[in-house]
């Protein structure tokens, strides 16, 4: 596992706004998912990624990265004996995959995330 940046998250008071001007600018492709108050998207071929409600974890301005795992627990007690902080344990993220939150030696949020396989 290479464990490379896979998804990342930015903070938006109004997601929809706030895609619809990324679209335009950029023509990234967009899906609103709203049973989860969550919007996709999908920049080209690069890395994709999603705009997060702006919240107390995820204040205006929060730029969030996902980092690819094979074990999101197994990491993110890796990340805790090295220094870092867990926020979120291991969650699933249904028909997607699982994930978890945690603050590195710096205070920067990180994501892990393992995806489902395809089928």
Do not use: C
Not at 21 to 49: L, R
Not at 76 to 83: E, F, I, N, R, T
Not at 86 to 94: C, K, N, S, Y
């Amino acid at each position: 596992m290479g464990h490379k940046i896979v998804h990342v998250e930015l903070s938006a008071k109004d997601r929809k706004a706030l895609s619809k001007f990324y679209a335009d600018v950029f023509d990234w492709e967009i899906e609103h998912i709203d049973q989860m108050n969550y919007t996709t998207f999908k920049a080209g071929d690069g890395v994709g990624g999603g705009f997060n409600p702006v919240g107390d974890q995820t204040p205006a301005g929060t730029v969030t990265v996902y980092i690819e795992t094979d074990d999101v627990t197994g990491s993110l007690k890796a990340v805790q004996k090295a220094g870092g902080t867990i926020l979120a344990p291991e969650a699933e993220i249904p028909g997607m995959g699982k994930f978890g939150l945690f603050r590195d030696p710096q205070g920067n949020m990180i994501g892990l995330y393992k995806a489902y396989p395809m089928m």
